[in-house]
């Protein structure tokens, strides 16, 4: 099975500060990737599909992008409302695993 | 309007059974691929199980063989019938809804339903 391994596991920076996660796929995935948003006590939310295709409604300043089996979501300026844990999940395949989640937090 | 919402949990023995249910509305559960994923308390997501348009179903190794997914396509609603449970099935459970029928994410989930296993 694919193994879907995200980091930092959390991380703590600034009101404007440009914010960075990585997942890395063990094997190959091509750009099947999403990034979800799960607020505190709320749903997980849609935020990025194929890689780098944001979903409708999701602010501008979330991006994706990709680089062989590496993926990345970039906050280019940390909001207080983007306090949140983050999921990467593939979708090549049958078997949809998840990353461990990245914990977002405001300094 | 896309609505999904969960219902059937609650708090089941050990080595109990239980069928949770995913009504859907505002779209045709049996055109689409839809998925169970579940949340431990304090922990990270972990999918569960999926069934395509076409009727094909898959499950984590770790529910393989206990759980089986559904759909009713006359109530349009989504089912996992869950047996076997365990201490480590206690979750939050989610339906979700990929659109299409085959390779997508997950755009719209449910509120969500909790599943106790405790005696």
């Known amino acids: 099975d694919i193994q879907m391994t995200q980091s930092p596991s959390s991380l703590s920076a600034s009101v404007g500060d440009r914010v960075t996660i990585t997942c890395r796929a063990s094997?190959?995935?091509?750009?099947?990737l999403a990034w979800y948003q799960q607020k505190p006590g709320k749903v997980p939310k849609l935020l990025i599909y194929?890689?780098?295709t944001l979903q409708s409604g999701v602010p501008s300043r979330f991006s994706g992008s990709a680089s062989g089996t590496d993926f990345t979501l970039t906050i280019s300026s940390l909001q207080p409302e983007d306090v949140a844990t983050y999921y990467c999940q593939k979708y090549n395949s049958a078997l949809r695993t998840f990353g461990q989640g990245t914990k977002v937090e405001i300094k | 309007e896309v609505q999904l919402v969960e219902s059937g949990g609650g708090l089941i023995q050990p080595g109990g059974s239980l069928r949770l249910s995913c009504a859907a509305s505002g779209f045709t559960v049996s055109s689409n691929y839809m998925s169970w994923v579940r949340q431990a308390p304090g922990k990270g997501l972990e999918w569960v199980s999926s069934?395509?348009?076409?009727?094909?179903?898959y499950y984590a190794d770790s529910v393989k063989g206990r759980f089986t997914i559904s759909r009713d396509n006359s109530k349009n609603t989504l089912y996992v019938q869950m047996s076997s449970l365990r201490g480590e099935d206690t979750a939050v459970y989610y339906c979700a809804r990929g659109p299409g029928g085959g390779s997508s994410p997950l755009d719209y989930w449910g509120q969500g339903t909790l599943v106790t296993v405790s005696s």
């Open positions: 094997q190959g995935i091509s750009n099947y």
């Open positions: 069934i395509y348009s076409g009727g094909s179903t």
């Open positions: 194929a890689a780098s």
